[in-house]
């Protein structure tokens, strides 16, 4: 499975509250070893800051930006010979929380649901409290489990393999599966 496919599937995993628990065991073919758990979170909050950071954050750091410009500016036109401490200072930084990180440590603390729940209204139950996973779950998890090829290629193989043709070797079917198909 190609990487950005895995990935795709271990947060859409990650964010199926009945399966958020998921070792993320795969096999040899796939990847080597053992997905862990904080490699899907590290996967989701990338997601989220490529594709779900919210406008409001972005308004903020614009301003924090024109504001440091400013005082680069007044700063230049004073002179150097001014004696002046506060250039001297380090600049505090301040990382910020991503708000997808508190949301995604609340969503795993939470026990797995059951499994004979319906995703969605389970989600629905959620907004107030994960919106944005919720969005996100909404993309990941709305992805349709098979597509309109792969129904056709099941209906191919049950034409192929009749009560006269039990005894075709695998290797028979795949070939006239494939020939059928292109």
């Known amino acids: 499975m190609q990487d950005c496919k895995l990935e795709d ?3 859409a995993t990650l964010l199926d509250p009945r399966y958020k628990s ?3 065991k795969f096999s040899e073919r ?6 862990t758990l904080k490699q899907v979170e590290s996967w989701a909050t990338n ?5 779900w950071k919210p406008a409001s954050t972005e308004d903020a750091s614009e301003e924090a930006a024109a504001a440091k410009m400013q005082k680069a500016r007044e700063a230049s036109q004073t002179s150097f010979l001014d004696d002046s401490d506060e250039e001297c200072e380090p600049e505090s930084v301040v990382l910020e929380d991503t708000p997808v990180l508190n949301e995604l440590q609340s ?9 004979d729940i319906n995703v969605q209204q389970w989600w629905r139950k959620h907004i107030a409290d994960f919106p944005t996973l919720e969005k996100m779950a909404r993309q990941f998890l709305g992805v349709p489990a098979s597509t309109a090829g792969v129904e056709r290629a099941f209906s191919a193989v049950t034409f192929m ?8 070797a695998e290797g028979t079917i795949q070939h ?7």
């Open 176 to 182: 006239s599966l494939m020939v059928a198909m292109n």
């Open 30 to 35: 796939w990847m080597r070893g053992q997905l």
């Open 107 to 115: 969503y795993l603390s939470l026990p797995d649901a059951k499994a």
């Open 161 to 168: 393999h009749s009560d006269l043709r039990k005894r075709l």
């Open 9 to 11: 599937f271990a947060v």
């Open 22 to 24: 998921f070792k993320f």
């Open 47 to 51: 997601i989220f800051v490529k594709d």
